[in-house]
């Protein structure tokens, strides 16, 4: 049986700057196939080879496989799905086949538009694919399809979902097979080195409302430090990586687990041969602040932030429990401890002006993070605060859910000049970074990093593939009036996935009533213990109280970290 996994040719002006990312998805599903006894398996990359139509028609065509899958994040949903109607077109016998995070929770609004879709993988799918596999290999397709968890499919004009399948519990179990890649065509431009994208945690214990995390991933799991240096070390040694980003949305989260794994690096002499960046969060930073010179001696070189917002308002209404001053503090302790640090910005919501969007840029310069980033807010729309949003939401065409994009309009201005405002902010943020900052300041390995930052926006710059401009017509402020985002205002959302929103949004109604009237139980109780066993306070006595400062903030207002013996 031969399975052909294709990455669609999707393309934006965000993250890919920085280079091309290998595929993840890929390696780990093929391991897991391969451990099966799937041992044939084709991936195509079709972003990284820029394959048109015609050109993934004909890889298909050569392989001639019994079953094709892709996935798809909500900008290339669109992409993903003709992918799989090419395969149908090639061969109607062909099992098509989608997962990811949008098709998972969007898969009544992708079977709805991409009928010729056989079935969607819902959640992680290492397990799940293996299964779906083995009933094809042994004629139980379609007709056994009721009775494997984790799928979704249509039976003639219904869409049907079988029961959740359980998380992959053993994730140290799992061995990706990173063969398949084609290594020398993900390069890290900073460092002009391959790169690898490995991860060390699935999910998040917290469960933030713009997020889809912890909503994919469900269970919190975190792998044995020495199996994902084990990996790293392969990686290395069997593919020349010398830079690895770590996949996990806050990998410091267990400190404890973060701790093992840096030492694991050191002590296998890897700080010399490979470089790594993280995301993470201001709260964990400031937590570990005397750690810091630990973690760049285990190789760790840049750090993304989620600073999010200039204005405290905006830090509130994103619920992230930190401050202006925090921000602050967390950067100057990075570059205290030679680690770059990138400030992450998001703007584009329906309160944003010239005057907020100029606080930004004022911020980062007072900050002075190595890097600064403005990310378009961009509602996914499997979250809760993609319905609470409501018709400040235009804009259907999931194409354009890219963080370049201005999917919100922001009520004192045009896209146009959002686009506009924000370009502004990064031309005078690495103007002066070009001229005052990267090649004077430090020197070695600090100033080729900086530099090398600075070409990767250069390149792009001028290729004008950065925030899409080519495509969406910018070319400075007198063109600001002209950009055209090209949305596809025929894009809607499905009938089917409408009344799954709505049954949804009733579910967790009725659960916050119930929760509600229990929490009102529970205090009459209480109150009515306290009437019948009232002590007198003697005179003058305050009530005991806590005092102290309070627990530091985990990601969208978790209200803790994880424990350190987690």
Same mark, same amino acid.
């Given at each position: 049986?031969?399975?052909?996994?294709?990455?669609?040719?999707?393309?934006?002006?965000?993250?890919?700057?920085?280079?091309?990312?290998?595929?993840?998805?890929?390696?780990?599903?093929?391991?897991?196939?391969?451990?099966?006894?799937?041992?044939?398996?084709?991936?195509?990359?079709?972003?990284?080879?820029?394959?048109?139509?015609?050109?993934?028609?004909?890889?298909?065509?050569?392989?001639?496989?019994?079953?094709?899958?892709?996935?798809?994040?909500?900008?290339?949903?669109?992409?993903?799905?003709?992918?799989?109607?090419?395969?149908?077109?090639?061969?109607?016998?062909?099992?098509?086949?989608?997962?990811?995070?949008?098709?998972?929770?969007?898969?009544?609004?992708?079977?709805?538009?991409?009928?010729?879709?056989?079935?969607?993988?819902?959640?992680?799918?290492?397990?799940?694919?293996?299964?779906?596999?083995?009933?094809?290999?042994?004629?139980?397709?379609?007709?056994?399809?009721?009775?494997?968890?984790?799928?979704?499919?249509?039976?003639?004009?219904?869409?049907?979902?079988?029961?959740?399948?359980?998380?992959?519990?053993?994730?140290?179990?799992?061995?990706?097979?990173?063969?398949?890649?084609?290594?020398?065509?993900?390069?890290?431009?900073?460092?002009?080195?391959?790169?690898?994208?490995?991860?060390?945690?699935?999910?998040?214990?917290?469960?933030?409302?713009?997020?889809?995390?912890?909503?994919?991933?469900?269970?919190?799991?975190?792998?044995?430090?020495?199996?994902?240096?084990?990996?790293?070390?392969?990686?290395?040694?069997?593919?020349?990586?010398?830079?690895?980003?770590?996949?996990?949305?806050?990998?410091?989260?267990?400190?404890?687990?973060?701790?093992?794994?840096?030492?694991?690096?050191?002590?296998?002499?890897?700080?010399?041969?490979?470089?790594?960046?993280?995301?993470?969060?201001?709260?964990?930073?400031?937590?570990?602040?005397?750690?810091?010179?630990?973690?760049?001696?285990?190789?760790?070189?840049?750090?993304?932030?989620?600073?999010?917002?200039?204005?405290?308002?905006?830090?509130?209404?994103?619920?992230?429990?930190?401050?202006?001053?925090?921000?602050?503090?967390?950067?100057?302790?990075?570059?205290?401890?030679?680690?770059?640090?990138?400030?992450?910005?998001?703007?584009?919501?329906?309160?944003?002006?010239?005057?907020?969007?100029?606080?930004?840029?004022?911020?980062?310069?007072?900050? %002075?993070? !190595?890097?600064? &980033?403005?990310?378009?807010?961009?509602?996914? *729309?499997?979250?809760?605060?993609?319905? /609470? +949003?409501? #018709?400040?939401?235009?804009?259907? %065409?999931? !194409?354009?859910? &890219?963080?370049?994009?201005?999917?919100?309009? *922001?009520?004192?201005?045009?896209?146009? /000049? +959002?686009? #506009?405002?924000?370009?502004?902010?990064?031309?005078?943020?690495?103007?002066?970074?070009?001229?005052?900052?990267? *090649?004077?300041?430090?020197?070695?390995?600090?100033?080729?990093?900086?530099?090398?930052?600075?070409?990767?926006?250069?390149?792009?710059?001028?290729?004008?593939?950065?925030?899409?401009?080519?495509?969406?017509?910018?070319?400075?402020?007198?063109?600001?009036?002209?950009?055209?985002?090209?949305?596809?205002?025929?894009?809607?959302?499905?009938?089917?996935?409408?009344?799954?929103?709505?049954?949804?949004?009733?579910?967790?109604?009725?659960?916050?009533?119930?929760?509600?009237?229990?929490?009102?139980?529970?205090?009459?109780?209480?109150?009515?213990?306290?009437?019948?066993?009232?002590?007198?306070?003697?005179?003058?006595?305050?009530?005991?109280?806590?005092?102290?400062?309070?627990?530091?903030?985990?990601?969208?207002?978790?209200?803790?970290?994880?424990?350190?013996?987690?």
């Amino acid at each position: 049986m031969r399975i052909m996994l294709i990455h669609p040719n999707y393309h934006s002006g965000g993250a890919e700057i920085a280079g091309n990312w290998p595929p993840a998805w890929v390696a780990y599903l093929a391991g897991s196939l391969k451990s099966a006894g799937f041992t044939d398996v084709v991936f195509v990359d079709a972003m990284t080879n820029h394959l048109s139509d015609e050109q993934i028609r004909a890889e298909i065509e050569n392989a001639n496989p019994d079953m094709v899958g892709t996935t798809a994040i909500t900008p290339s949903i669109y992409k993903a799905e003709r992918v799989l109607e090419i395969a149908k077109e090639v061969n109607p016998e062909i099992v098509t086949v989608i997962g990811g995070v949008h098709a998972t929770f969007m898969y009544k609004q992708v079977l709805s538009e991409a009928p010729w879709i056989d079935v969607v993988v819902r959640g992680e799918g290492e397990e799940i694919i293996v299964d779906l596999c083995t009933a094809v290999l042994n004629g139980r397709w379609p007709q056994d399809r009721n009775s494997i968890r984790g799928l979704a499919f249509r039976e003639g004009e219904t869409i049907v979902a079988s029961p959740a399948a359980p998380t992959v519990k053993n994730v140290d179990a799992i061995s990706p097979d990173w063969s398949l890649l084609e290594w020398e065509k993900y390069i890290y431009i900073p460092l002009g080195v391959r790169v690898a994208i490995p991860n060390m945690a699935r999910g998040c214990p917290f469960t933030c409302t713009f997020c889809s995390q912890w909503k994919f991933w469900r269970d919190y799991r975190v792998r044995d430090p020495k199996k994902v240096v084990d990996e790293i070390e392969a990686l290395v040694r069997d593919h020349q990586v010398g830079f690895f980003i770590l996949a996990d949305e806050e990998p410091t989260i267990n400190k404890k687990k973060f701790t093992a794994f840096c030492q694991e690096l050191i002590d296998r002499g890897l700080p010399d041969k490979i470089k790594w960046g993280i995301n993470t969060r201001v709260t964990d930073i400031l937590r570990d602040i005397d750690d810091l010179k630990f973690y760049r001696a285990a190789g760790l070189v840049h750090v993304s932030l989620g600073t999010e917002a200039a204005a405290q308002m905006k830090l509130d209404r994103f619920n992230k429990e930190t401050t202006i001053e925090d921000n602050k503090r967390a950067i100057r302790a990075l570059r205290d401890a030679d680690i770059f640090v990138e400030a992450q910005f998001i703007v584009g919501l329906e309160n944003e002006t010239a005057e907020t969007l100029e606080e930004t840029y004022q911020m980062a310069r007072d900050w %002075d993070p !190595d890097l600064a &980033n403005w990310s378009m807010y961009t509602p996914w *729309p499997y979250t809760p605060l993609f319905q /609470e +949003l409501g #018709d400040k939401v235009e804009i259907y %065409d999931f !194409d354009k859910y &890219n963080f370049v994009t201005p999917i919100i309009k *922001p009520d004192a201005m045009e896209r146009g /000049e +959002l686009l #506009d405002r924000v370009m502004n902010n990064y031309r005078r943020f690495y103007m002066k970074k070009a001229l005052f900052d990267y *090649p004077w300041k430090g020197k070695g390995f600090r100033r080729r990093y900086l530099l090398g930052c600075l070409k990767a926006f250069l390149k792009a710059g001028f290729a004008r593939t950065f925030y899409d401009l080519g495509k969406v017509n910018y070319w400075g402020p007198q063109s600001k009036g002209k950009v055209d985002f090209h949305f596809d205002d025929t894009r809607r959302i499905a009938p089917a996935q409408a009344d799954e929103w709505q049954a949804a949004a009733d579910r967790a109604k009725a659960h916050r009533k119930a929760k509600q009237s229990a929490a009102l139980r529970e205090r009459a109780a209480v109150a009515k213990a306290a009437r019948a066993d009232v002590r007198e306070t003697p005179p003058g006595a305050l009530p005991d109280t806590a005092g102290g400062e309070g627990p530091v903030m985990a990601c969208g207002g978790g209200k803790q970290q994880m424990a350190e013996d987690a």
